[in-house]
């Protein structure tokens, strides 16, 4: 451990981090958009939702949301995870940025000690996100270190801001799902990268096979918490990443 925390003082070239399951555990981007489309179908505001009132999007079938969680959980069951993010970002960009903010305020409130989830078409979706300090200390080292800081998501681009703005983590240059570019998953965290003009860069935190590309971009790749997915495991022995479990 010692050697990453190195690794984030020293050497040249930017840090670029994976948000959801890497700087905290569970995912915001989809628990947000839960407790957004809750408070749509209970006319609440996001601080007064709870996993009783999440688990009534079972039974919004015949309301207005009914193709939104139908197309979300469809992709999810189909394993197309790219349009499952893009399906998100499109309904959350409908929303004002203050209701945004105080959804994912609550999502570490009301979804972290107690996670919840619910079934819709068969799919179960769950929700929860905790906070992992010792993650988001390796992010605030890097920055520290005055490297150029990318976060790197496939969530709602309001939702990659509120996360910064909830831990005044400032300095940071957001790339998430916007509606109007390349989704940044997979090949299109490289994409989005170039764009940003991040040819390479020193080191990488991720989580899954959508960070496998930005990873390989780095120096020094970081697999997160792959737990017993083996192809995950042996890519980063094969790629020589470290694994912070």
Request: proline fraction near 3%; include cysteine; charged fraction near 20%.
């Amino acid at each position: 451990m010692q050697d990453l925390w190195e690794l984030c003082h020293q050497g040249e070239g930017p840090a670029l981090f994976d948000m959801d399951g890497t700087l905290f555990a569970g995912d915001l981007g989809e628990t947000s958009f839960f407790v957004l489309l809750a408070c749509e179908l209970l006319h609440k505001e996001p601080q007064a939702i709870n996993a009783s009132d999440v688990t009534l999007l079972e039974q919004s079938k015949g309301t207005g949301l009914e193709h939104i969680l139908g197309s979300y959980s469809s992709a999810v069951r189909q394993g197309l995870m790219k349009e499952a993010y893009a399906i998100t970002a499109d309904y959350v960009q409908t929303l004002p940025y203050a209701k945004v903010l105080s959804a994912c305020i609550r999502c570490f409130e009301a979804f972290g000690d107690n996670s919840c989830s619910f079934l819709f078409d068969g799919v179960k979706h769950s929700l929860f996100v905790k906070k992992e300090q010792h993650m988001l200390a390796f992010l605030q080292a890097c920055l520290h270190a005055k490297k150029a800081v990318f976060l790197v998501s496939a969530s709602p681009l309001q939702v990659v801001i509120a996360f910064c703005e909830m831990f005044a983590l400032s300095g940071i240059t957001p790339i998430a799902a916007d509606t109007r570019h390349e989704l940044p998953y997979g090949p299109g965290k490289v994409e989005r990268l170039a764009q940003a003009g991040v040819l390479a860069a020193h080191i990488a935190f991720g989580n899954s096979i959508g960070d496998r590309e930005m990873l390989q971009l780095a120096r020094f790749g970081v697999l997160r918490n792959p737990g017993d997915d083996t192809v995950l495991r042996t890519l980063a022995q094969e790629k020589a990443w470290m694994i912070v479990d």
